[in-house]
């Protein structure tokens, strides 16, 4: 059975940092693109941050210089290391996994978890 599971969310006050894990269970993580996406109720749902298998990675302009994404295939985890967190950050963070062969894999979300930057 798939499951992504993330973990790690909470309430942070503004500048502090939280880091979000993500285990893939159940999926050829190595031939899948893992990402982060975020939503605020009402609006949709934005890319935060994606990792290629290569380890390549993009950021939304908006969290550049202050989050990292990683992965570990051995331990089928993408994390997200999120520093000087704003309360604009408030959102449910979801963990997303793209295989790079559609035609083979199937694209898989987890189930979201809430972060909340306030003072």
């Known amino acids: 059975q798939v499951q992504l599971v993330e973990s790690g969310g909470g309430l942070a006050q503004p500048g502090g940092s939280l880091r979000l894990s993500c285990v893939a269970a159940?999926?050829?993580?190595?031939?899948?693109?893992m990402a982060w996406y975020r939503q605020v109720p009402g609006q949709q749902r934005d890319l935060v941050a994606a990792?290629?298998?290569?380890?390549?990675?993009h950021y939304a302009d908006s969290v550049k210089g202050r989050f990292t994404i990683s992965r570990d295939t051995a331990k089928k985890t993408a994390y997200l290391q999120m520093n000087n967190l704003k309360p604009g950050d408030t959102a449910v963070y979801y963990c997303?996994?793209?295989?790079?062969?559609?035609?083979?894999?199937?694209?898989?979300w987890g189930q979201g978890t809430q972060v909340t930057v306030s003072s």
């Open positions: 990792i290629t298998t290569f380890g390549g990675t």
């Open positions: 159940g999926i050829a993580f190595s031939r899948y693109y």
């Open positions: 997303n996994a793209n295989p790079v062969d559609h035609s083979k894999y199937t694209e898989y």
